[in-house]
């Protein structure tokens, strides 16, 4: 149920299963929503000609590289916060 935490809208199956209440797995759900909604924002931002056109692979990229990460953070069993956007997690209560 962690790994689904990073796979963009399947985020919404851990999210409301009865496995939300693990502590593992609610600590990745935060930090999947948080790069959900980065991407999101991201995609926003992406709209703006030129500057959108040149963000855009990098962007694309980062997400990718940062849904790996967490992957593999789950994989591992770790509760490591992801790069860059991990912190904004521990804002998040349910």
Known sequence: MAILAYLGILIIIPFFSESRHNPFVKFHLKQGLVLLIAEIIASALVRFP????????????????????????????????LPLIGHLASKFNF
């Open 50 to 81: 030129v500057l959108g056109w040149i963000l855009s692979p990098l962007i694309g990229l980062g997400s990718v590289i940062l849904i790996v990460i967490g992957i593999m953070h789950v994989s591992n069993r770790e509760t490591k916060e």
